[in-house]
């Protein structure tokens, strides 16, 4: 077994106090040596190279196949059966989509089946042209992506068509392994003329790091509230070094209101190092409103920025450490600018960001970001999720819909400007336009046509 074969989420398991009371060492082993292995701070390139950690990770497959031979324990870390498989699968269908230079396919996981479909369209050579491009993120790319990727995936399950008015919509998990997690597969589609051909339109997105992240998740239940719960807002609205974000507190002020209407106990502290992190412990939902920074050359070492980021980092190492599951933490709410980016295509299959950090840390649900956001688009998008919250109840179900209810209408409103925006820019004869200083970090736009990038794209939703 190859520790690295599973992301660092599916390491953090409970140690059961089975395990601890018929054999202590072991368990105190186990822990002592993921605590090493799954500390991050350190590249899978550097790791392979030799040092302290890889044997650290040597001796812990050693310690897991020992453990795993113990009467009572043989599933210990293993690799989950067909039937587990299929499990996670209840609320909607799990499609994980592997690429080489060989084939690319689909792995369709339903209750009643695992099927595999091969991808015939779709390129691996493709997918890292278009990486290396930079060429992620434009209308050109989602229309490409339905047409090599999701549209044949949808048409496999039978997701050919939009819910009916007053029917449910029809949920989808999402896991790309290696470059494709760096596309927003949710948002793939012909979105120019208001087709129905596109991913939003047929079903609610969300993502997962991998099948066994799922399968932890849900087996974790969520208790029952027995006094108020706890909900932190931190919003940062001026950052040493970064644009001012006049809509981050706006965004605060609309949230904090509904969070108090779902009963929630709102507490807002000062956007330092000190007050912040003590009160991440214990809180239900965690929602940070400002600017994110993405560190090329290594992944753990970006951060949410709070007011003495230059002095006291947030940084993914930081937050994977963290480790909260004991408080059953439900929403980690990034607003900020490239929260699930990874820069560096060496770095794809540590999916090493901050989503993927908060998931370790042992939020239920992450919703996050893939590149830079609108300011003003955060407020809207944001208050909309929360509202259906409000509306449905806190769930699962409620998040994804959530998010998903929000960037729809984010780009309905888009298709309303960018209507009007084109008929502007023909009678001016104009085809560019420079994006102005009211976003998280977001860079010039070009807005003709193919290379247009929309607002709503972005927002993302990790969870179960």
Same mark, same amino acid.
């Given at each position: 077994?190859?520790?690295?074969?599973?992301?660092?989420?599916?390491?953090? !398991?409970?140690?059961?106090?089975?395990?601890?009371?018929?054999?202590?060492?072991?368990?105190?082993?186990?822990?002592?040596?993921?605590?090493?292995?799954?500390?991050?701070?350190?590249?899978?390139?550097?790791?392979?190279?030799?040092?302290?950690?890889?044997?650290?990770?040597?001796?812990?497959?050693?310690?897991?196949?020992?453990?795993?031979?113990?009467?009572?324990?043989?599933?210990?870390?293993?690799?989950?059966?067909?039937?587990?498989?299929?499990?996670?699968?209840?609320?909607?269908?799990?499609?994980?989509?592997?690429?080489?230079?060989?084939?690319?396919?689909?792995?369709?996981?339903?209750?009643?089946?695992?099927?595999?479909?091969?991808?015939?369209?779709?390129?691996?050579?493709?997918?890292?042209?278009?990486?290396?491009?930079?060429?992620?993120?434009?209308?050109?790319?989602?229309?490409?992506?339905?047409?090599?990727?999701?549209?044949?995936?949808?048409?496999?399950?039978?997701?050919?068509?939009?819910?009916?008015?007053?029917?449910?919509?029809?949920?989808?998990?999402?896991?790309?392994?290696?470059?494709?997690?760096?596309?927003?597969?949710?948002?793939?589609?012909?979105?120019?003329?208001?087709?129905?051909?596109?991913?939003?339109?047929?079903?609610?997105?969300?993502?997962?790091?991998?099948?066994?992240?799922?399968?932890?998740?849900?087996?974790?239940?969520?208790?029952?509230?027995?006094?108020?719960?706890? /909900?932190?807002?931190?919003?940062?609205?001026?950052?040493?070094?970064?644009?001012?974000?006049?809509?981050?507190?706006?965004?605060?002020?609309?949230?904090?209101?509904?969070?108090?209407?779902?009963?929630?106990?709102?507490?807002?502290?000062?956007?330092?190092?000190?007050?912040? /992190?003590?009160?991440?412990?214990?809180?239900?939902?965690?929602?940070?409103?400002?600017?994110?920074? !993405?560190?090329?050359?290594?992944?753990?070492?970006?951060?949410?920025?709070?007011?003495?980021?230059?002095?006291?980092?947030?940084?993914? /190492?930081?937050?994977?450490?963290?480790?909260?599951?004991?408080?059953?933490?439900?929403?980690?709410?990034?607003?900020?600018?490239?929260?699930?980016?990874?820069?560096?295509?060496?770095?794809?299959?540590?999916?090493?960001?901050?989503?993927?950090?908060?998931?370790?840390?042992?939020?239920?649900?992450?919703?996050?970001?893939?590149?830079?956001?609108?300011?003003?688009?955060?407020?809207?998008?944001?208050?909309?999720?929360?509202?259906?919250?409000?509306?449905?109840?806190?769930?699962?179900?409620?998040?994804?819909?959530?998010?998903?209810?929000?960037?729809?209408?984010?780009?309905?409103?888009?298709?309303?400007?960018?209507?009007?925006?084109?008929?502007?820019?023909?009678?001016?004869?104009?085809?560019?336009?420079?994006?102005?200083?009211?976003?998280?970090?977001?860079?010039?736009?070009?807005?003709?046509?193919?290379?247009?990038?929309?607002?709503?794209?972005?927002?993302?939703?990790?969870?179960?």
């Amino acid at each position: 077994m190859c520790v690295f074969a599973s992301s660092l989420e599916d390491l953090r !398991v409970e140690v059961s106090g089975e395990l601890q009371q018929l054999h202590p060492g072991l368990a105190a082993k186990f822990m002592s040596l993921r605590y090493q292995v799954s500390r991050p701070g350190i590249t899978l390139g550097r790791f392979e190279s030799g040092g302290g950690r890889a044997k650290a990770a040597l001796q812990l497959d050693h310690v897991i196949e020992e453990i795993s031979r113990k009467p009572g324990f043989e599933n210990f870390l293993m690799s989950p059966n067909e039937e587990e498989t299929r499990e996670i699968s209840s609320s909607g269908p799990v499609v994980v989509i592997t690429t080489c230079p060989m084939r690319c396919d689909a792995i369709i996981i339903q209750p009643h089946q695992v099927r595999g479909l091969r991808l015939s369209h779709l390129s691996h050579e493709d997918i890292l042209d278009n990486l290396q491009r930079g060429n992620i993120n434009n209308l050109k790319v989602l229309e490409w992506l339905w047409d090599v990727l999701t549209s044949p995936i949808l048409d496999a399950l039978g997701f050919t068509q939009s819910p009916s008015n007053g029917e449910a919509w029809p949920r989808i998990w999402w896991i790309p392994i290696g470059p494709l997690s760096k596309f927003p597969i949710h948002a793939a589609g012909y979105h120019r003329h208001r087709t129905k051909n596109t991913v939003m339109d047929r079903v609610a997105s969300s993502y997962s790091t991998s099948v066994k992240s799922m399968i932890q998740t849900r087996r974790r239940a969520t208790p029952a509230p027995s006094r108020p719960e706890r /909900a932190v807002l931190v919003p940062v609205p001026q950052t040493t070094g970064h644009a001012t974000l006049k809509f981050v507190k706006e965004e605060a002020t609309r949230v904090g209101s509904l969070c108090r209407s779902m009963g929630f106990d709102v507490i807002e502290p000062q956007p330092r190092m000190e007050s912040v /992190a003590p009160h991440m412990a214990g809180c239900k939902i965690f929602h940070f409103a400002g600017h994110g920074s !993405v560190n090329p050359s290594d992944p753990s070492l970006s951060q949410l920025l709070l007011e003495d980021w230059k002095t006291q980092e947030l940084t993914v /190492a930081m937050i994977q450490e963290m480790n909260l599951r004991s408080g059953s933490p439900f929403l980690a709410y990034l607003s900020a600018c490239g929260t699930g980016r990874i820069r560096q295509s060496s770095h794809l299959d540590e999916n090493t960001h901050l989503i993927s950090a908060f998931r370790i840390a042992g939020f239920r649900h992450v919703i996050g970001t893939l590149w830079e956001v609108n300011d003003e688009c955060c407020v809207r998008v944001a208050e909309r999720t929360y509202e259906e919250m409000l509306n449905q109840g806190i769930s699962d179900d409620a998040v994804c819909l959530g998010l998903h209810t929000a960037i729809r209408e984010a780009r309905y409103e888009w298709e309303q400007r960018a209507e009007a925006s084109r008929d502007r820019l023909r009678k001016q004869g104009r085809t560019h336009y420079l994006s102005v200083d009211r976003d998280r970090d977001i860079e010039e736009c070009d807005t003709n046509d193919d290379l247009q990038v929309p607002e709503w794209v972005p927002y993302v939703h990790f969870g179960v």
